[in-house]
């Protein structure tokens, strides 16, 4: 009789409000990480002007490889460190991808895009590994176009522009089989 009534103390009804409150908002902020808008699968990715730091200005468009496209972000103070940090772990393979020709990486960081802000977020050790893929744009307009709440994402985008592959982080695995099946 005493466990049920601890139980009964234990939830009452300003208990349970507050687990409701809380539930919800981890919820939330869960669907609001999980970019429930980005385009799908089988979507036409949307075209983007672009400019490498060396000046090299091209649209997205113009690539005629399939296209990996990195959403990253660099700005992780609470927002999403964990998602950086399992990018950058992935990123020796997605340039080895790049390097080999079998699709392009671009890499379109957070924030400022005058290219001496990008430098300056460049010469962190921590980011030199996105050297010489890394764009400037409009990301304001391509997080928008792109359908995104928050970053980073990526997309791996075939060489009719359809996205064939979209993921919070990628897998190396499932990236590396899609563009072994489309060649």
Same mark, same amino acid.
């Given at each position: ?16 409000? /507050?687990?409701? %409150?809380v539930?919800?908002?981890? @919820? ?16 036409? =990715?949307?075209?983007? =002007?672009?400019?490498?730091? *060396?000046?090299?200005?091209l649209?997205l ?5 399939? $296209? %990996?496209? $990195?959403? @990253?972000?660099?700005?992780? @103070? ?19 991808? *790049? ?14 895009q005058?290219? =001496? ?16 893929? $890394?764009?400037?744009?409009? #990301? ?6 792109y ?12 060489? #009719?522009k359809?996205?064939?592959? =979209?993921?919070? /982080?990628?897998? /190396?695995?499932? /990236? ?8």
């Open positions: 009789m005493r466990c049920c009534e601890r139980l009964r103390k234990l939830i009452n009804r300003k208990s349970t409000i /507050v687990f409701v %409150m539930a919800v908002s981890f @919820f939330s902020l869960f669907h609001y990480r999980s970019n429930p808008k980005a385009l799908k699968i089988g979507a036409t =990715a949307p075209d983007i =002007a672009l400019e490498s730091m *060396d000046g090299e200005k649209n468009y113009d690539i005629k490889k399939p $296209v %990996m496209l $990195v959403f @990253f972000n660099t700005n992780t @103070f609470l927002s999403g460190g964990m998602y950086t940090q399992l990018f950058l772990k992935n990123m020796p393979y997605l340039k080895s991808i *790049d390097k080999i020709n079998k699709a392009r990486l671009i890499i379109i960081t957070d924030g400022d005058r290219k =001496a802000i990008i430098r300056e977020k460049l010469s962190d050790s921590r980011y030199k590994i996105l050297e010489n893929n $890394v764009y400037s744009s409009n #990301n304001k307009q391509a997080q928008t176009e359908g995104l709440s928050i970053w980073p994402h990526f997309f791996l985008i075939d060489s #009719n359809q996205i064939i592959y =979209a993921a919070k /982080v990628p897998s /190396v695995e499932i /990236v590396d089989g899609i563009l072994d099946r489309s060649q």
